[in-house]
């Protein structure tokens, strides 16, 4: 026997692993049914339709988005995001903002059915605008941040009117916290939390995404607004800006390739709530694995999005909300 072997040491790991009861007794981390947050592409017209590049899920109609949703929380789901593909698009996207709106008629109609479920609104306007930016242009394709700014105000306010409980900008705009806060505050929305996609890089993961809610840039990328895949340090630059601003949740998005980021945050705004986006793509390689068989889709879901509440996060937006849901239920006595 050398004398490090583990026979001549108190640290021996292993007498924990023998069996499942005493793995689940030490088990550090947990994957619960109410840190799921269940994204919803509502288009207008009737029906539903399979996305091609991310099978098993669908844009509904409003009525179908509201049937989904309360299924949804039958299994347990506590929280939906909206993201609205609207039929008519046009240069400022005021569609984002209308009365009628998809995302309004779809939280009104989710909010009668099940009062109980947390409505999150993501508030951008690149899936309203012909050219598919995020924000107002100018004519020389930049992008006019005072003028996107008063329009992001104005969706979050019509969000707000139509009932969503939590706003959501997606859209990387300096600013954009504290003008949405502002313009809450003063239309008698001081209640309504923001949470800001306060660190979102710009990623080849969205991919599926665009085509999802038909939103890729006609021309052009987003690389201007949205982070450099390269950058850590700038992350607690962008968080801080989002706390000083009125931010009541953080996010870091996407997920996989980001756990670092995750970490970081979680460290050092403790007292925030963290949110880790697995985005399309994210769910594209799995299920895309999956069905090849090259994968057992549920242990990897489930590894992956331990992974995310591991690194820090409480709660994880992914579109394998609605699988996770049942499966912790078969899983869970
Ligand atoms: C923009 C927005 C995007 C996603 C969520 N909100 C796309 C983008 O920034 O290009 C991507 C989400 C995903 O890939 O799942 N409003």
């Not at 329009?151 to 997606?170: C, F, K, N, Y």
């Not at 313009?183 to 710009?202: C, N, T």
């Not at 990897?300 to 912790?328: C, F, N, P």
Request: aromatic share 6%.
């Amino acid at each position: 026997m050398s004398p490090d072997s583990p026979r001549h040491t108190s640290e021996h790991p292993q007498r924990l692993r023998r069996t499942a009861a005493l793995r689940a007794l030490v088990r550090e981390t947990r994957l619960h049914v109410e840190d799921l947050i269940l994204p919803l592409f509502v288009e207008e017209g009737g029906g539903v339709t399979e996305i091609s590049s991310m099978p098993g899920v669908f844009r509904r109609s409003v009525a179908e988005s509201a049937a989904y949703a309360e299924q949804a929380a039958e299994l347990g789901i506590r929280a939906v995001i909206l993201f609205g593909i609207p039929n008519d698009k046009d240069a400022s996207g005021s569609g984002s903002w209308a009365e009628d709106g998809i995302v309004q008629q779809a939280t009104r109609s989710i909010r009668s059915k099940c009062p109980d479920l947390v409505v999150i609104a993501d508030t951008c306007l690149c899936e309203y605008t012909d050219h598919g930016h995020c924000g107002i242009l100018r004519d020389d394709h930049s992008i006019d941040v005072g003028s996107t700014l008063d329009v992001l105000a104005r969706v979050a306010v019509s969000q707000a009117e139509s009932g969503a409980d939590i706003v959501a900008p997606s859209g990387m705009m300096d600013g954009m916290v504290a003008a949405i806060r502002e313009a809450l505050d003063g239309s008698g929305f001081g209640e309504i939390p923001i949470m800001s996609y306060a660190v979102k890089y710009a990623s080849a993961f969205y991919g599926p995404f665009r085509d999802a809610a038909d939103g890729a840039p006609a021309f052009g990328d987003r690389r201007s607004h949205q982070m450099d895949p390269a950058n850590a340090r700038e992350a607690l630059l962008e968080a801080r800006l989002d706390i000083e601003q009125g931010a009541d949740f953080l996010m870091v998005k996407p997920a996989l390739a980001y756990l670092d980021i995750v970490r970081s945050l979680r460290d050092s705004f403790p007292s925030m709530p963290l949110v880790a986006y697995s985005v399309s793509g994210e769910y594209a390689m799995l299920k895309a694995a999956a069905q090849a068989g090259w994968l057992d889709e549920q242990a990897a879901v489930m590894e992956s999005l331990l992974g995310m509440k591991r690194a820090g996060a409480d709660l994880v937006i992914t579109y394998h909300a609605e699988e996770v849901a049942q499966w912790l239920q078969k899983t869970t006595p």
